[in-house]
């Protein structure tokens, strides 16, 4: 079953939607059940150093099950505000810990959101 937590975050997702013209978009398909995850960043860079520029918005589209919609808000809501080099060290182990855990055929689903995360990111870093 599912924590008190991830049905919380399930329940009242945090950045749940789309950016007006984002700066970039990250989208990632999950092989093992076939969800799809869009994550949504305007990012406020930084010229002298462009790994320290800012996530000023995130938000994010998810097709997928509870344990996505749940990794995902945490996701968002652990990398809002932060530096992109910041963001890039968020991890799964602190996805399931902020989560209470989650069952084991389930953590799969806690990667979807940091990979989309992590495709945005280096997607703008090559761009820029
Ligand atoms: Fe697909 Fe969870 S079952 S992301």
Do not use: W
């Amino acid at each position: 079953m599912y924590s008190k937590e991830v049905l919380e975050h399930f329940k009242n997702p945090r950045n749940q939607g789309q950016i007006d013209n984002p700066d970039v978009i990250g989208q990632v398909g999950n092989p093992v059940c076939g969800d799809v995850m869009k994550i949504y960043l305007k990012i406020n860079q930084n010229s002298k150093d462009i790994n320290k520029s800012k996530i000023e918005d995130i938000k994010f589209e998810t097709l997928g099950c509870a344990a996505a919609i749940a990794c995902s808000s945490v996701v968002t809501e652990n990398t809002k505000g932060k530096t992109l080099e910041a963001a890039l060290k968020i991890n799964k182990d602190l996805i399931l810990k902020k989560l209470g855990g989650l069952p084991l055929p389930k953590v799969h689903c806690s990667m979807l959101a940091l990979e989309g995360l992590e495709k945005a990111i280096k997607e703008y870093l090559a761009k820029h």
